[in-house]
């Protein structure tokens, strides 16, 4: 039973670390790439609206498949 425990531990630890690091990412990268392609404030202020309504679906896209795999 306690190597049970110790495996989802770690395997908690791994799915907050990706989460982090995919975080990390998403924000330094696309404000780069953003800032990069547009040329004024209004379509930069537009553009980042839709990179968060990204983040939100990408990050409940990962909870949908954590939680699957975790009922099965």
């Known amino acids: 039973m306690k190597k049970v425990k110790n495996r989802n531990k770690k395997t908690v630890i791994r799915i907050v670390g990706l989460y982090v690091l995919f975080g990390c990412v998403w924000i330094l990268l696309s404000d780069w790439i953003l800032t990069g392609l547009t040329n004024g404030p209004e379509l930069l202020t537009r553009l980042q609206n839709y990179k968060g309504w990204a983040f939100v679906l990408a990050t409940a ?9 975790r009922w099965e």
């Open 61 to 69: 896209g990962l909870l949908c498949l954590v939680l699957h795999r």
